[in-house]
């Protein structure tokens, strides 16, 4: 029955109401979110959701967290490739739809990390995450932000660039922090 299942950019049938793990797939994430636009598309120029996560993973590795938090980083919109995005002050109305993203991203993160978050990682990603979204809102709906904005270690370039470039620097990062996350396994 075709409305159970979404199609993924890689051909798999996959019901964002009951995520099988097995079938979460990083091309998928990377094709994605690098084809989504962020702020539901209210923006002055185009700026995807890979490129935001990009960001956080640069600006976790550049803070010096954990080669895990980096991938956290990367990662945390994730489930925005299989259930899409809904507007913060709608979701908060929503609290079934924020159960559902809460679940999907922590069977990702068990999936690529090995774990879900803990509660000081989740506190060091929402930090890293809203620090960009501030600067997200200033550059790209031209909108001033009354709270001063958190200073950066990457500088932030919103330079469009096509999707497929995107996609495959979400895909290096992952790959990279991925292998770094498996070989420290294989050694402990």
Not at 8 to 17: D, E, L, Q, R, W
Not at 105 to 120: D, H, P, Q, V
Not at 142 to 160: A, M, S, W
Request: hydrophobic letters at 35%; aromatic letters at 10%.
């Amino acid at each position: 029955h075709m409305s159970e299942y979404i199609t993924t950019y890689t051909g798999i049938h996959f019901k964002p109401t009951e995520p099988e793990p097995e079938l979460i797939r990083v091309e998928d994430i990377a094709h994605a979110l690098s084809m989504i636009c962020r702020g539901n598309g209210h923006v002055h120029t185009f700026w995807s959701v890979a490129e935001h996560c990009i960001c956080c993973a640069k600006e976790a590795a550049a803070r010096g967290l954990p080669d895990r938090m980096v991938l956290a980083c990367l990662l945390h919109d994730a489930s925005e490739c299989y259930m899409s995005d809904v507007p913060t002050p709608f979701k908060k109305q929503l609290p079934e739809y924020e159960e559902r993203e809460e679940r999907l991203l922590r069977m990702i993160y068990e999936k690529f990390l090995g774990s879900a978050l803990t509660e000081e990682e989740q506190e060091q990603l929402d930090e890293i995450d809203h620090a960009l979204v501030l600067y997200d809102l200033e550059v790209l709906l031209k909108e001033k932000q009354q709270e001063k904005k958190p200073e950066l270690r990457i500088v932030l370039d919103y330079t469009v660039c096509s999707f497929d470039v995107a996609e495959a620097e979400y895909l290096q990062i992952f790959r990279k922090y991925y292998e770094n996350l498996q070989r420290d396994k294989g050694r402990s």
